[in-house]
């Protein structure tokens, strides 16, 4: 069924080169019923095929749905680009002229090719009965977090005085990964939430005693302040730090297309208290919710972060707002290890889980030698 959606979605570039060449398709509200009958006959196209054997799994329609606007998103970014021409035109000009921006070029980058993959192997995984929940976690997250920055982006910048009918079709993609997120964080997790007696040997031990979780912790301290720092930033805070960090390490944060800054917003009053929670996660034993939400997290903030460096460096950001060159690496480093904390955290709850699991009781059991045995209960189905 994958090859099936990847080759059907192709056909987006058709409908692009069509509307592209001929006049009448490319007035605003036409374009914006245009977008609209075309995601009603995709939806129908992966309806009628799977009538036969239907997908127990809503969220199918979705994904298959979005790989058809994926191929749109990565056609966009590669005409503005200058690699490709004759696709789109017209919508530069009377669809969505914000695509053109650094930073959306970037986000479209991302969605044609991250979210593309992601959507394609979790076909496969609902197709052949396979669960998936983790993998729609670190979409949900991505996307959720995209289509927020972009759309208050959009609106709070200087485009905001050039919103046309097709910019409506945007909640849509909003609306879906949080409709996603919220069913997939109501399922059932894919692995049991109790362990045994590794898990009570795990939780017993301090954080001196755990290397890898206090080197962690002190990076997510770090990120915190980081987070505050360019919140402030954004809040164009008269403090001294602020002025100083602005002018001479990220001018690219006061872009007048206004994404950067709704950005480290969205990171400073959503990211900050989710930080906050994983240093918590790390010293508390038993915190279950660790595994969503650091993955749901990761998935947020490398979005946000290829965008944001992406954007910074791209040539259509003005020299004004670039990272200046004596501070090039240094500010580079700084948002890839930003980006870097919140993925290890998430790699690090997954890949050895005891910590963060509740203790099952065993009475009258204590001091057994073979502790393996009595954890194969818990290990991942």
Known sequence: METLVFLFSFSALGVLYAMNTTPEFQEPYVILEIGVAVLV???LFYYLITRGNPPKDFLFFVFAEFCFTCVIDLT?????????SGFMDFYQKTGEPYLGTAYAIMMCYWDGIAHFILYLMMISRITDRRAYRTLGLFWAGS???????????IVAGKYGSEIRPAFWLNFLFLLMPVLGAVTLFTRPKDRPLIGGYNAQHAQTMKLIWRPLDLILVVLLLAAMAFTILRGLVALDSPL????????????????????PK???LHLLFYGLPLLGAFV????????????DWTT?????????????????????????????NDVFWTVLGANLLYAAVPVMVAVRVHSNPYFFLKIAPFPGQTGLPNSEEKDTKYKEK
Not at 76 to 84: H, K, M
Not at 242 to 254: A, D
Not at 280 to 291: A, D, E, Q, V
Request: net charge negative.
């Open 280 to 291: 918590y996660g790390l010293l508390k034993p038993g915190c279950t919710w660790m595994s």
């Open 262 to 264: 709704v950005m480290m």
């Open 296 to 324: 749901f997290f990761a998935g947020a903030i490398i979005q946000c972060q290829w965008s944001h460096i992406g954007g910074s460096l791209h040539p259509r950001t003005t020299t004004p707002f670039r990272i200046p």
């Open 41 to 43: 006959i995709v939806f």
């Open 143 to 153: 996307l959720c977090a995209n289509m927020s920055v972009f759309i208050t982006g």
């Open 240 to 259: 001294e730090a602020c002025s100083i960090y602005l002018s001479q390490y990220e001018p690219y944060l006061m872009d007048p297309v206004g994404y």
């Open 76 to 84: 966009s970014a590669l005409e503005y680009d200058g690699i490709i």
